[in-house]
């Protein structure tokens, strides 16, 4: 290749980085929908009637109502997809106890840890209670979840399996297109 031309092609390319940067930032110096940048209309990315209380837009209340619907809603999917028998309700039940309770104790740490004044070793003390807790929580979380696992059926437990393992976004979120990742190089 001549010199004239990889000169070329090289400017090309850092032009081409240099405005892809300018594109993803934004005019208004964000970091894109996540960081501040908006996200059109929906309130939990920033724009809508929230826009400006952080990057997730509206107050924490608001946003612990979104989720707490967001939940719920992802749970009557699940339910749905699972065709639970009659047998199998009470540990249905539990489960939805147990990740309700789990979700709600977590709310709370969170609120808490943000309303206190507080010294740098008193948060990193706070952040291992927090930690504990969380621990304590998703082990009853995975106990009701072996529970309801227990009683269902071989497909019921794929349909289970595929609802909690397999997330499109965050494969398209890491480049793999929302494709499954290559299977690992065998170790030697």
């Known amino acids: 290749m001549k010199p ?7 400017a090309v390319a850092i032009a081409g980085l240099g405005l892809g940067t300018v594109a ?12 501040g940048g908006g996200m ?3 309130p939990m990315m920033g724009g809508g009637p929230g826009k400006g209380h952080g990057r997730m837009g509206g107050d924490p209340g608001q946003r612990m109502a979104m ?7 992802r749970m009557e999917l699940l339910e749905a997809r699972l065709k639970l028998k009659p047998e199998q309700q009470a540990g249905w039940k539990a489960f939805l106890g147990a990740q309700d309770a789990h979700h709600a104790e977590m709310m709370k740490l969170k609120q808490d840890m943000r309303d206190r004044e507080t010294t740098a070793m008193a948060h990193f003390e706070e952040r291992i209670q927090g930690m504990e807790q969380h621990l304590a929580s998703m ?23 595929d609802f909690f393992t397999d997330r499109p976004m965050h494969r398209m979120m890491r480049g793999q297109g929302g494709q499954p990742a290559p299977p690992a190089p065998p170790s030697q």
């Open 139 to 161: 082990k009853t979380m995975a106990k009701a979840a072996g529970d309801l696992y227990a009683s269902l059926d071989p497909t019921q437990k794929k349909t289970m399996d």
């Open 4 to 10: 004239s031309r990889k000169k070329l092609l090289t």
């Open 40 to 42: 059109g209309d929906c």
């Open 24 to 35: 993803f930032a934004g005019p208004w110096g964000g970091h894109g929908p996540m960081w």
């Open 67 to 73: 989720m707490q619907q967001f939940h719920a809603e």
